[in-house]
């Protein structure tokens, strides 16, 4: 079994940054994909930022030049590096990960961001 465990939410004022990690453990042979989702209030999940292994990384447009995402193979993790955060950034964060051909999502964690 894998599990993926976040981190790193929190409260932020616009303009700031804030970084997620999240994390696999278990019995990891292979991740493919390590992406991060976003939930806000009464809206429906959106792909924020996506990184193959192959080493491409895509964004949602509302994102690009602000969030960066970044893998560390040794250490099964993923990172969402955010920057010049905006009020609209607030949601519920989570990662996604395919490993060994299955996917995993990590529990979610809340980042608001205050104007």
């Known amino acids: 079994q894998v599990r993926l465990v976040e981190s790193g939410g929190g409260l932020a004022q616009a303009g700031g940054s804030l970084r997620l990690s999240c994390a696999a453990s278990g019995s990891i042979f292979r991740i493919n994909t390590m992406d991060w989702l976003r939930q806000a209030p009464g809206k429906q999940r959106e792909l924020v930022a996506a990184?193959?292994?192959?080493?491409?990384?895509n964004y949602a447009d509302s994102v690009k030049g602000r969030f960066t995402i970044s893998r560390d193979i040794a250490k099964n993790t993923v990172y969402l590096q955010m920057t010049s955060l905006k009020p609209e950034d607030t949601a519920v964060y989570y990662c996604r990960m395919v490993v060994n051909s299955r996917e995993y999502w990590g529990q979610g964690t809340q980042v608001t961001v205050s104007s």
């Open positions: 990184s193959t292994s192959g080493g491409s990384a």
